[in-house]
């Protein structure tokens, strides 16, 4: 390093250094306070055991079995989009749907119908989710739209951060694609 | 090389980083807005992928060039103090450039989106996650930085009276 020139960063003091330690400590919080991200993965919440403990006094159709109406195919676009786009539910952005795919920022949904909230491996969930698992909350169609029309009035301190889908018939849309795609 | 085309290189160098920041950043900007399935987001991501990778290469040059030939105080009006803190925060900003961009290399890589060795099974979820959550606080990390070397920029101007202030130095 040339000696003549002044290298301001050995003349700095240690609260010049702070302001940027703050920040940095700051930015670790933002995408769990603003997407509900978490940076582990390796969080086991229930075993296949437990979870058919969860399910065997609960008396729930099949919903795999049931024979959807056929559709159009420009119905079957709005299901898409309803689950996929920006303008509709932003589903896709954070959960996988069909049988490959692998978890993303969130739960894959394949046959999350008939399931206990908080089951999947790979995922760390939210102690409030985890505390509704014990609760005894099953995934139906009924208790998905409760849900997604308002997450954080059905289960205060979950971490997916939306303020819900207001509209009635996209949240319907939804949970027709939801079904559909696990069929 | 000396002093004189060290600076000018510098300079040249902190253009060609803030021109590939903008589009980087306009590319994070659309990029979620486009569902996953689409063709568009394969572009998307290949854009963004090689975009950010050429700021990663060219912060760690511009970086180096500041360790070998660290910026002068050209304002006199401006104390050591201050200098000093604006110093630091336009360093950060290259090194969470840096930050930024190695996590972003192990977030792609452990997506299965970058393969080193043709065939070689690259996909790790828990490595995916815990680097894409690091990409995104870099993210956030540089966002704050700029703001407060903006900060700094007009609080020396009403405080010292200096008209100029840069970025990226």
Redesign the interface.
């Known amino acids: 390093m040339p000696k003549k020139m002044e290298f301001y960063l050995k003349t700095a003091k240690k609260r010049h250094w702070l302001l940027v330690l703050i920040l940095f400590v700051i930015s670790c919080y933002l995408p769990y306070l603003i997407f509900g991200a978490y940076p582990f993965a390796n969080k086991t919440n229930a075993t296949p055991d437990e979870v058919g403990l969860l399910t065997q006094n609960v008396s729930l159709p099949d919903f795999y079995q049931n024979n959807l109406d056929e559709i159009t195919a420009k119905q079957r676009k709005l299901e898409e989009d309803a689950f996929t786009s920006w303008d509709g539910g932003k589903c896709r952005f954070c959960h996988s749907i069909k049988r490959d795919d692998r978890d993303r920022m969130a739960p894959n949904l394949h046959r999350i119908l008939g399931k206990p909230a908080a089951v999947s491996q790979n995922f760390t969930y939210s102690s409030a989710l985890i505390e509704m698992r014990k609760n005894g909350l099953i995934w139906t169609p009924e208790t998905i739209n409760a849900f997604i029309s308002n997450p954080e009035n059905y289960i205060p301190g979950n971490r997916m951060r939306m303020e819900g889908i207001k509209d009635p018939k996209t949240r319907e849309l939804i949970i027709n694609y939801i079904e559909r795609e696990s069929q | 090389m000396n ?1 004189i085309k060290a600076e000018r290189l510098s300079s040249s160098l902190s253009w060609v980083i803030f021109v590939l920041f903008v589009v980087v950043f306009a590319n994070m900007l659309e990029l ?6 689409s063709p568009d987001k394969d572009s998307l991501r290949n854009f963004h992928i090689a975009t950010g990778s050429l700021l990663f290469a060219c912060s760690c040059f511009r970086a180096y060039l500041w ?7 050209k304002q006199g009006k401006l104390p ?2 201050a ?3 604006l ?3 336009q ?2 900003l290259y090194c969470a450039f840096i930050a930024q961009g190695l996590t972003g290399i192990v977030t792609a890589w452990s997506d299965g989106l970058m393969q080193f060795l043709p065939g070689a099974t690259t ?1 790790h ?2 490595l995916w ?2 680097s ?3 990409h ?3 993210g ?2 540089y966002i ?2 700029i703001l ?1 070397i903006i900060l700094t920029g007009f609080y020396h101007m009403i405080r010292y009276r200096v008209w100029r202030f840069s970025i990226f130095a």
């Not at chain 2, 979620?32 to 399935?37: A, H, K, M, T």
């Open positions: 002093a979620p807005r486009i569902p996953i399935e360790l070998q030939y660290p910026p002068q105080r050591i103090e200098y000093n803190q110093h630091i925060l360093f950060s996909v979820h828990s996650v815990l894409g959550y690091l995104s606080v870099f956030f990390f704050a930085i407060f």
